[in-house]
């Protein structure tokens, strides 16, 4: 009898791009995309990448929000991006599809180094600490439906946060940390990164409330 041919993975599931047991960090992974000859879009990464795009994808646009610089609403696409991309990655989509214009938008290059080194810096401190736990939690339907709603939940309180108020800094981070955990599938960082979401939803409400209490107050 022959060998069973391997079984696809379930939809929009995470997969891994090396073989063998032990997967590679992320920031090694980033590190030698950053470091490559080619495209430095998010049609490069997709094509290099492919399923595991989603998490990735997610690290590097909501990495900008998530750091604390001034951006000033213009993340504001990249948030767009990100629940664009989580709503397929809910509906179970095996590939990622964009827009043509949007695909040709850069992640690294000129002007985005200070990101790129902090991001990375967070990334590796990150990975000295965490380690797989409950890895049968990941790669599969129903955790990827679960982490697309959480992306887009934390998407959309970065993107509804008030420009210049930093309110989208810790929104933004729960769904970078939310992420890293999938990729790294540790269970504890994925719990940490929820905690940081919700925090920061409730940030964002309770300070909003106030701001239009006082502005009541004066009308």
Avoid: C, Y
């Avoid at 997969?15 to 980033?30: C, D, H, R, Y």
């Avoid at 998530?66 to 509906?91: C, D, N, R």
């Avoid at 965490?130 to 339907?141: D, G, M, Y």
């Amino acid at each position: 009898m022959g060998t069973p041919a391997p079984k696809d993975p379930p939809a929009g599931a995470l997969v891994t791009v090396a073989s063998g047991s032990e997967q590679p960090k992320v920031s090694e992974e980033l590190g030698r995309w950053l470091s490559s000859d080619g495209s430095k879009t998010l049609d490069g990464l997709i094509d290099l990448f492919g399923e595991k795009s989603f998490a990735l994808l997610f690290v590097l646009l909501l990495g900008v929000p998530a750091l604390p610089l001034p951006t000033g609403g213009a993340t504001h696409v990249f948030e767009v991006i990100a629940m664009l991309l989580s709503l397929q990655l809910v509906l179970g989509g095996r590939r990622i599809w964009l827009p043509a214009r949007w695909r040709r938008i850069a992640l690294a290059g000129p002007g985005r180094e200070r990101f790129l080194a902090g991001l990375m810096k967070m990334i590796r401190r990150l990975e000295r600490i965490s380690k797989p736990r409950l890895r049968f939690l990941f790669n599969h339907r129903l955790s990827n439906v679960v982490f697309g709603l959480l992306v887009a939940g934390g998407s959309l309180a970065a993107f509804l946060a008030p420009p210049f108020t930093g309110l989208d800094t810790l929104p933004a981070l729960g769904v970078v940390l939310l992420s890293l955990g999938v990729l790294m599938e540790d269970v504890l960082v994925v719990i940490a990164a929820v905690l940081v979401g919700v925090a920061g939803v409730t940030l964002e409400i309770v300070l909003g409330s106030a701001a239009v209490g006082g502005i009541k107050t004066l009308l």
